[in-house]
């Protein structure tokens, strides 16, 4: 298995465009996670999803941010407009069935900066 | 709700020594635990989990953590450190029952001395 695939690894933008970051997760698994990890608050959860669907999206800081799980294997975290303040690393996990003991995957996450 | 804490963000250790990475938790019912590892410019990997059968649990890499109700604690250790155990180390906590989801600490990164 390939793992979970994160597009593009790198992405730098200016203040106030559209970013899109995408996640492929392993096939059979059914909950979908994006994180953002950046140095002042650690890795925090931003969204996840089961079979598709939100199921908490507490996590997401701003209407600026939006996620979509179209079918199981694509996920698209998008940033509109982005902010200097978004510059993090974002990462995309994946896990089988019925979550709370199940390993989670990563992926190899989205670097983006923000100027 | 539950959480996680970790004591120290940098920990520094020889070659050789022993390594001992801490972590403290807070959970209304008996959790699930876990802790990750995050190699540079990688995502996370799981290194071991606990869910509720030995205390003792053994993962990847020699490392090993051991579950103690009592002082709600579930420290990672390791007898000899390796330059390649460098990385940044997450601790994790889910609660059985609640939410599908994990709370992560804001993790510690290992330092590796010759």
């Not at chain 2, 938790?25 to 869910?51: A, C, E, H, R």
């Not at chain 2, 906590?93 to 709370?103: M, P």
Request: aromatic share 10%; with cysteine.
């Amino acid at each position: 298995d390939a793992g979970v695939i994160q597009s593009p690894r790198h992405e730098v933008t200016e203040m106030g465009q559209e970013v899109t970051l995408r996640c492929k997760p392993i096939s059979g698994h059914d909950y979908l996670f994006w994180y953002r990890q950046t140095m002042m608050r650690g890795l925090e959860l931003l969204i996840y999803f089961n079979n598709n669907v939100p199921i908490d999206d507490s996590g997401m800081p701003e209407d600026r941010f939006s996620a979509k799980m179209p079918n199981a294997s694509f996920s698209t975290l998008k940033i509109q407009p982005s902010e200097p303040r978004d510059s993090a690393v974002y990462f995309c996990a994946s896990s089988r069935l019925a979550g709370l003991q199940e390993t989670q995957y990563f992926g190899p996450g989205t670097r983006l900066l923000v100027l | 709700a539950q959480s996680v804490t970790q004591l120290g963000s940098h920990v520094s250790v020889s070659e050789g020594a022993l390594v001992l990475l801490r972590c403290n938790y807070s959970s209304s019912v008996p959790p699930y635990l876990f802790w990750y590892v995050q190699y540079p410019n990688q995502g996370l990997q799981l290194l071991l989990k606990y869910t509720s059968a030995a205390t003792l649990v053994k993962g990847i890499n020699g490392f090993e953590a051991e579950f103690k109700k009592s002082e709600t604690s579930f420290h990672l250790t390791k007898p000899s450190a390796h330059m390649s155990d460098a990385a940044e180390y997450f601790c994790a906590v889910s609660d059985q029952g609640r939410d599908d989801k994990i709370i992560f600490g804001k993790g510690t990164r290992l330092h590796i001395l010759p």
